[in-house]
C-alpha cells in the first residue's frame, strides 16, 4: 500500500506518518562552478543578444565547470553538504541516487563514482534518467525505500554537466544550460516534517521533442556521428514549452489534490527553472501569487536534474522557507517526463 494514495487525510501532516515510519528531508545542498557564462559571453558565440535571451527566458547568466571537473565532482561537493546539514557521516547512507543525463561516463555509474568520492562505502548506488524529472522521481524512489524499511537513510542527489552536450554552434540551445548539483539526504524521522506526496509522469510518444540521439546502442560514437553533430542535445523549442505548462500544471494540481491542499497554503512553489515564461504560466495556472514562485533561473539558467535541487537548497538557505512551510515542487523534461511533490519543510 503507497504510504502516500492510500487513504484521504483532512490533516496532511498524517501522510506521511506510516506504521511508524517517515520520510523527513534532513538536509539539503548544492554546488556550482566558479565559472560564469554571461548573455554577453554568448553574444560573442553565435548569432543572439542579451535583449532576446533576457525577453524569451529570463536568464542573465549560467555556470560552466572547468575542463577537469566532471558530474561526480559537482555531485559529490552537493552531497556533502546536504550530508553535513543533515548531521549524517558517510557510513550512514544506505543508497545512492542519481539524477542526471550527463553521467560521467556510461558506466559504472556516476552514482558508484560519487560513492568513491564521498566515502559512502556501505551506500548502494544507482543512475536515474528521467531528465529534468529527475529529482522529484529520486524523492519519490527514495521515500519508497524508507518507507518499505528498506533503507533509513537515502542521498538523491540532481547532477549535470549539460556544457558537455549543449552544441556551442546552435544559438536555439546553448544559451539556455548550465551545469551544477544539488542534493537532499531522505531519513526515516517518525513524527517528523517530511515529503508529503510525490507524483510522476511520462509520455514517450512525445520523445523525439528533446533528445541526444548519439552516444547509445542506436546511434554509437563513430567518425560520421561525431561529424553529424549527433553527441549534443536537440530541442523543439515550441512544442517543449506548450507541454512543458500544460504537464507542470496537471502535475501540481495533482499533487495538491492529494494532500487536500489548496495552493493558498503553499509558502514556496519551486518549478523547474527552463524559463521564466514556463514559471509564470503555470503560477497563473495554478492561481498562485508571483511572489510564492522560487526562480532562480536568471543565474543558472536550466541545470536539468539539478534544477530544483539547487533551488530547494537556496530557497532554504537564504530563509524564504522556514521549518513547518509547506513547498510545492514541479518539474518536466524530455522522456517527455514530469513530476510534482508537496513537502512540509
Ligand atoms: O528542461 C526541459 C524543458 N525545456 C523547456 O521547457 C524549454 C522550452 N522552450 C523554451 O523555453 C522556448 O521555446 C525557447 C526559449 C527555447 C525558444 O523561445 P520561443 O519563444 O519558443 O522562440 P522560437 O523557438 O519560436 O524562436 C523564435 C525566433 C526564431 O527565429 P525565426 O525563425 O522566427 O526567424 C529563432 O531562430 O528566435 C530565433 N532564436 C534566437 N534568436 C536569437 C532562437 N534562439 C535564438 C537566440 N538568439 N538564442
Redesign the pocket.
Known amino acids: 500500500m503507497s504510504p502516500t494514495s492510500s487513504k484521504k487525510f483532512k490533516n496532511p501532516r498524517a501522510k506521511y506518518n506510516f506504521q511508524g515510519r517517515s520520510c523527513s528531508i534532513s538536509g539539503v545542498g548544492s554546488y556550482v562552478p566558479e565559472r560564469i557564462l554571461t548573455n554577453a559571453d554568448l553574444e560573442k558565440l553565435?548569432?543572439?543578444?542579451d535583449e532576446?535571451?533576457t525577453s524569451?527566458?529570463g536568464i542573465k547568466e549560467r555556470r560552466q565547470a572547468a575542463k577537469d571537473e566532471f558530474t561526480s565532482d559537482m555531485g559529490a561537493r552537493a552531497a556533502l553538504s546536504a550530508m553535513q546539514k543533515a548531521g549524517v557521516t558517510a557510513e550512514q547512507i544506505d543508497l545512492i541516487i542519481l539524477a542526471t543525463i550527463t553521467p560521467d561516463m556510461p558506466f559504472p555509474s556516476t552514482a558508484c563514482l560519487i560513492q568513491r568520492k564521498i566515502g559512502a562505502h556501505r551506500a548502494a548506488g544507482f543512475d536515474l534518467e528521467a531528465?529534468?524529472s529527475g529529482f522529484i522521481y529520486g524523492l519519490e524512489i527514495g521515500q519508497q525505500f524508507i518507507m518499505s524499511r528498506t533503507y533509513d537513510t537515502v542521498l538523491v542527489i540532481g547532477a549535470e554537466k549539460l556544457s558537455s552536450i549543449v552544441d556551442w554552434k546552435d544559438?536555439?540551445t546553448c544559451?539556455?544550460f548550465g551545469d551544477g548539483a544539488g542534493a537532499a539526504v531522505l531519513q526515516n524521522r517518525p513524527n517528523s516534517h517530511g515529503l508529503l506526496t510525490a507524483v510522476m509522469g511520462a509520455d514517450g510518444r512525445k520523445a523525439d521533442l528533446?533528445f541526444m540521439a548519439g552516444g547509445g546502442s542506436r546511434c554509437p560514437a563513430t567518425a560520421e556521428s561525431v561529424a553529424a553533430r549527433q553527441h549534443y542535445l536537440r530541442?523543439e523549442?515550441?512544442e517543449?514549452?506548450k507541454n512543458?505548462v500544460q504537464a507542470m500544471q496537471t502535475a501540481a494540481k495533482e499533487a495538491l489534490r492529494r494532500c487536500e491542499l489548496d495552493i493558498s497554503r503553499i509558502k514556496c512553489i519551486i518549478p523547474?527553472q527552463?524559463?521564466q515564461r514556463?514559471v509564470d504560466a503555470v503560477g497563473e495556472r495554478l492561481g498562485a501569487k508571483p511572489e510564492q514562485l522560487f526562480v532562480n533561473l536568471h543565474k543558472y539558467g536550466?541545470t536539468?536534474a539539478a534544477s530544483v535541487a539547487i533551488a530547494l537548497d537556496e530557497a532554504v538557505t537564504s530563509g524564504r522557507v522556514q521549518r513547518g512551510d509547506l513547498i510545492l515542487m514541479v518539474v518536466?523534461?524530455?522522456g517527455l517526463t514530469w513530476g510534482a511533490a508537496v513537502i512540509e519543510w
Open positions: 553565435v548569432d543572439t543578444t532576446w535571451i524569451r527566458t531528465a529534468c544559438r536555439n544559451v539556455l528533446l530541442m523549442g515550441k517543449t514549452f512543458a523547474h527552463a524559463n514556463i536550466n536539468s518536466f523534461g524530455a
